[in-house]
């Protein structure tokens, strides 16, 4: 069965530091999405992402931060300048076009030092 | 905009046994969807059980049952013959059109041997 998958599974960064997070969904899959959760707490949605641009974002994702799809299969999220509090679980999901469903990737840790 | 709400952070139950976790929502949507996903300590997001909001049966899945309560814009889980395995957190979240998911805190849900 086809599977959201993400690398690396755990990163630890320097504060300041860039980070790319990837995730490839999976193939047929149209829309997509990241979130985070903040080790204790809810999962934040941060960005939609459909039709090669944008389509929906938290205010969470400010300018630190960046999507891309830029092969159609890899999808990125970058985080220009880590901070402290970037430290947590970041998950990329996918839709498929006949359904609601989100399929969720294993998940990367990010830890900022 | 959309919240989910879980007033339940811990629920304990004998294992064999059953349990509900609670879940409330909020939306302004005429067309959602709700559903549940099991968060083991991997930290993995697993989709439990998903409910179209237009549906008035209450979705089942196995041992897992929904009580979906539309008018009091309710949506609790029904855990059937419970196992050590269920063991995890549970959460609870809704989404719109867009398909984004907005989620409850969380109820972490420890099964007694």
């Known amino acids: 069965e086809p599977e959201v998958t993400q690398t690396p599974s755990h990163q630890v960064t320097q504060m300041g530091q860039e980070v790319i997070l990837r995730c490839v969904p999976i193939?047929?899959?149209?829309?997509f999405y990241w979130y985070r959760q903040i080790l204790g707490q809810k999962v934040e949605f941060l960005v939609s992402?459909?039709?090669?641009?944008?389509?929906?974002k938290s205010e969470i994702f400010d300018d630190q931060f960046s999507v891309e799809r830029p092969d159609g299969s890899n999808f990125t999220l970058k985080i220009r300048s880590t901070k402290l509090e970037d430290s947590a679980m970041y998950f990329c999901?996918?839709?498929?076009?006949?359904?609601?469903?989100?399929?969720f990737g294993p998940g990367t840790r990010l830890t900022v030092t | 905009a959309q919240t989910v709400t879980q007033s339940q952070p811990e629920m304990s139950v004998q294992e064999a046994e059953t349990v509900t976790l609670s879940c409330t929502y909020d939306?302004?949507?005429?067309?959602?969807?709700l559903f549940w996903y099991k968060q083991p300590p991997s930290r993995q997001m697993i989709l439990v059980i998903r409910?179209?909001?237009?549906k008035q049966q209450n979705a089942t899945e196995n041992r897992f049952s929904v009580n979906f309560q539309k008018a009091a814009k309710s949506f609790s889980l029904k855990i059937s013959d419970s196992q050590l395995g269920d063991a995890a957190m549970y959460f609870c979240?809704?989404?719109?059109?867009?398909?984004?998911?907005?989620w409850g805190a969380g109820t972490k849900l420890i099964i007694k041997p």
């Open positions: 979240a809704s989404s719109d059109s867009n398909y984004q998911l907005i």
């Open positions: 193939s047929n899959h149209l829309y």
């Open positions: 992402f459909y039709n090669n641009e944008i389509s929906e």
């Open positions: 999901a996918s839709v498929p076009a006949s359904s609601y469903e989100q399929y």
């Open positions: 939306t302004s949507e005429s067309d959602y969807y």
């Open positions: 409910q179209e909001a237009y």
